[in-house]
DNA sequence: GTTAGGG
DNA sequence: CCCTAAC
């Protein structure tokens, strides 16, 4: 586990925001109601200050106004950026609900659904199409709220879709329920809150506007004005760090990616995050018993009175703030809830180019890489609202007018290192993944074999002409500078030892590729990993001779000699391509991806290979053990020389020598093997006869 | 800084 | 291509 400060944060990623973050010290306790009304005032006032904010701070946002109505001051609702919302006693408080920013929040949150609640009942003065009017809420003593919903898939089918959609309202019970009124047992909420899915129209997105079964609508829900324009996938929609990200956490507890991946709908989660939603479902639940009522009573001064207390405990160390609501009907607020379903998130376009020799396994590795990078890119939730990115947090969905202005609501996908790049993206330029704007694209390139290529997707257009393709079919001698090298972004690749891994290009658009969620931003404090740069037929070429006229073991030589100019090949760098070589050379055609390797090549690698093993059956040019003697029979100490090759041999004896004999100068040893190579001649500091064992009798050493 | 090898 | 041990 990773333990990274994160201290900025923003779902645009540019800046943190100015003001710290009311109400995330959970140590404070001042119900007030009189601080409540003025702050609400204050934040009212607020509405033009458009800031940042995240999704998955719209659920704290709703939470500090809940508590702020509840009589508690906003600030202390909230203090980290989990939101965790758990029940308590829920059998027998429906309408508690607790917030807490518990390190054990991480993870347990999949947080694929926003919810809040539609207008619905009651209010008659709730818009027709809005289905909450945000403005009137103090007066009303409404509570808005939002729902986290843990639902197993994250995108919906058609068929569920329709299902939902004919699901009749049922009448509405003037009851609190959740608790009682469920069948669901521990977690009812799943029951009720399947009701109505709406498929995005212009995109695969399915986005819904779920209503609570049990509450009566006066109105036909108009699921087609509340659909998202664009939702985006984001690797830790469902992991604790992630919402800590939105919530100014300084502690993010990055998870596995893989396990991430793996696991984001498991049932291990499930009764947890579920037991979250059945709490907030609890509460808005019983908000339904006010909604019997004709009209709430305004908040009185009293939280307690009002029916609202907060609660601050601590749970396993960690400061716990709950909001609970007496079961006062008459002082509950409204419910005025806009509910919110995401059911999918969309990947932002990718390119794959793949040979069309390719199979249609390797394509499905492709997509799944691709997808897999994807989603393991630390990426933010930008919140759009009419075009506009909404950037303060601390906003709440009513002083943002988003229960009003659900059709016009829409997620970004932001990298979280944009604030970095402000060369590229511009503050206020962040990519708005809304319907209107371009999206982002990933090509994906395996090989720089153009004519063979198959465009997945179509829209190639918007992409680049300048593929990678173009930057490998050079000469070792090109550094190949224009190579695809992604400055400020890398999508790592695992590409692993497979040959034929994709190479992923941003798009050239400045803006896409703010988009992109990167990787980088989760090693940027380390380093950027290289972008791959798959061999040419050239370079390989190149590569096989120099190791035919060095041999291995010499690749700082073999770079020198071969790659010198090739600035982006380093030694390590050709002597891992070599072994990718040996080992593509050991396997059958059949079994070798990427682009081949021309077999005459590998012959010479195989032969290569055997010219070596062969010599490694007659010691000659390695020396296991030599001893040193003195002209002719002072023998000094054997020295035992471990297999390597003449240089360090070379460096050895020197050592050596000049060590024991270092009165001797200026004398020249003369090794070598039998026959005695042209360059085995070794110049010491002293005047020295060397012997070798037995084993390497033969191999004399002369003077 | 190089080399070798595992990942 | 990364990382690291061992030189």
């Known amino acids: 586990m990773v333990l990274q400060k994160r201290l ?27 601080k409540i009304e003025d702050n609400n005032i204050s934040t009212n006032s607020n509405n033009n200050n458009n800031k940042q904010m995240c999704a998955f701070d719209l659920l704290a946002t709703v939470a500090g106004n809940l508590l702020q109505e509840g009589g508690e001051k906003e600030t202390e609702i909230v203090k980290d950026s989990t939101i965790k919302i758990e029940q308590q006693n829920v059998e027998n408080d429906p309408s508690n609900v607790n917030i807490c920013d518990q390190g054990s929040c991480n993870r347990s949150f999949f947080v694929s659904e926003i919810i809040s609640q539609a207008p619905t009942i009651q209010d008659s003065n709730s818009g027709p199409s809005s289905g909450i009017t945000v403005s009137d809420c103090s007066e009303k003593s409404k509570v808005d709220k939002v729902k986290v919903k843990v639902p197993f898939t994250v995108k919906a089918d058609e068929k569920n879709s329709k299902l939902m959609t004919n699901e009749a309202p049922k009448p509405k019970l003037p009851v609190v329920h959740n608790t009682d009124n469920n069948n ?40 087609e004005d509340r659909r998202i324009r664009r939702l985006l996938a984001s690797k830790y929609w469902k992991t604790g760090p992630k919402l800590n990200d939105g919530m100014n956490c300084d502690n993010d507890v990055y998870s596995d990616n893989k396990t991430c991946y793996k696991r984001p709908r498991s049932l ?16 808005s639940n019983s908000d339904d018993v006010v909604d019997s009522e004709d009209r709430p009573s305004p908040p009185r001064k009293d939280p307690t009175e009002n029916g609202f207390k907060l609660d601050v405990k601590s749970e396993g160390g960690v400061k716990t703030v ?64 009419q075009g506009k990115k909404i950037r303060d947090d601390d906003k709440t969905l009513l002083q943002t007018g988003i229960p009003n202005k659900l059709d016009a609501l829409g997620f970004t996908l932001e990298p979280n290192h944009l604030q970095n790049q402000s060369s590229l993206c511009p503050k206020d330029q962040s990519v708005q993944l809304t319907p209107d704007m371009p999206k982002p694209l990933i090509r994906y390139t395996p090989a720089p074999n153009v004519s063979k290529q198959l465009v997945i997707q179509p829209e190639v257009s918007r992409a680049s002409p300048d593929t990678p393709m173009a930057n490998f079919g050079g000469s070792v001698e090109s550094d190949h500078d224009s190579a695809p090298s992604p400055p400020n972004m890398s999508m790592d690749h695992k590409s692993g030892s497979d040959p034929r891994a994709l190479v992923m290009v941003p798009a050239m658009n400045p803006r896409a590729l703010a988009a992109v969620p990167l990787r980088k931003c989760k090693r940027s404090e380390v380093a950027q990993r290289r972008i791959r740069r798959p061999f040419s037929v050239s370079e390989v070429e190149a590569l096989v001779q120099a190791v035919e006229k060095l041999g291995t073991g010499r690749w700082r030589d073999v770079k020198l000699r071969a790659f010198d100019n090739a600035k982006h090949r380093t030694y390590v760098d050709l002597k891992d391509k070599w072994k990718t070589l040996v080992h593509t050379a050991r396997i059958s055609p059949q079994q070798r991806r990427g682009e081949p390797v021309p077999q005459q090549l590998l012959d010479r690698v195989v032969y290569l290979i ?29 020295s035992f020389l471990p297999k390597s090759n003449p240089r360090f041999i070379k460096s050895k004896i020197t050592n050596l020598a000049s060590t024991n004999f270092d009165r001797a100068k200026n004398s020249v040893l003369y090794f070598y093997r039998s026959p005695p190579p042209p360059n085995s001649c070794f110049e010491v500091s002293s005047c020295f006869v060397f012997s070798v064992n037995r084993r390497l009798d033969g191999y004399g050493i002369e003077r």
């Open 610 to 638: 055997r010219k070596k093993r062969s010599k490694r059956c007659h010691p000659q040019p390695t020396i296991a053990c030599i001893s040193i003697r003195r002209q002719v029979n002072s023998l000094l100490p054997r």
């Open 268 to 283: 291990k989660d499930y009764p947890f995050k579920k037991r979250r939603l059945y709490e907030l479902d609890d509460f």
């Open 8 to 34: 900025e944060y923003g779902f645009n990623g540019y800046q943190v925001p100015p003001t710290p973050r009311a109400a995330r010290s959970a140590t404070r306790r001042v119900p007030s109601w009189k």
């Open 322 to 385: 709950g909001l609970s609501a007496k079961q006062n009907p008459a002082f509950q607020p409204r419910d005025s809830h806009v509910k919110l379903k995401i059911k999918s998130f969309r990947v932002p376009e990718l390119f794959f180019e793949l040979p069309k020799t390719a199979t249609v396994g390797s394509l499905k590795r492709t997509v799944m890489e691709a997808v897999t990078s994807l989603l393991s890119g630390d990426i933010h939730v930008g919140v759009m609202l």
């Open 184 to 223: 669901n047992g521990k977690f009812p909420f799943c029951k009720d809150n399947v009701n109505l899915v709406v498929r995005d129209v212009d995109d695969e997105n399915f986005c819904g506007v779920t209503r609570d079964p049990n509450k009566n609508f006066k109105q036909p829900p108009r699921i």
